[in-house]
């Protein structure tokens, strides 16, 4: 909830290409609407948010433990790891953008002058996956998955190299 601002203006900044920058899109968008309208979709980002924690550090740690039980992974923790990672990234993925689209979808419908098109967020998933079919609610994933992944390898590789070096040293 605190970093929702962030949100709002990378998502006012994807959509408008009238802001000079980062400072600009905020002061206008205090400005013109108030600084209220910093928050909106706070709900959906929270949710989005606990959904994404959950589901990737449950798997890591599921994933990772069962790797390193592994004969084929007692002499290659990295290996562990980074795998526990990338299905972790999988699984939080496919758990998370349906409600990241829906998130991105109701902070933006103001702009498309279409005023509270969704009433919620599940009447959002709902209508796409209506409208769209199955996959619908997946549609631009890759994107957002091949960047999840490459950041989500790199941060539990490094959280683990780290962690194990701290613990060596103790």
């Not at 990234?89 to 689209?101: K, N």
């Not at 091949?146 to 390898?153: E, I, K, P, Q």
């Amino acid at each position: 909830a605190i970093f929702c601002p962030t949100d709002v203006i990378k998502i006012r900044m994807q959509t408008r290409l009238d802001y000079k920058g980062i400072l600009d899109a905020f002061s206008s968008i205090v400005r013109t609407e108030g600084p209220q309208m910093l928050w909106r979709g706070v709900g959906p980002t929270s949710t989005r948010a606990a959904v994404v924690a959950a589901a990737e550090l449950g798997t890591y740690d599921a994933v990772k433990s069962a790797a390193l039980q592994s004969s084929h992974s007692a002499n290659f923790p990295t290996a562990a790891y980074a795998l526990a990672s990338i299905v972790a990234t999988f699984t939080s993925v496919i758990a998370s953008y349906p409600i990241d689209t829906a998130k991105t979808i109701m902070i933006n419908q103001r702009l498309r002058g279409a005023q509270n098109t969704y009433r919620n967020m599940g009447h959002c998933i709902w209508a796409r996956f209506h409208h769209l079919g199955p996959l619908g609610v997946y549609r631009g994933c890759m994107p957002s998955l091949s960047r999840s992944l490459v950041c989500n390898v790199v941060l539990f590789l490094s959280h683990e190299h780290i962690r194990n070096f701290v613990v060596s040293c103790s």
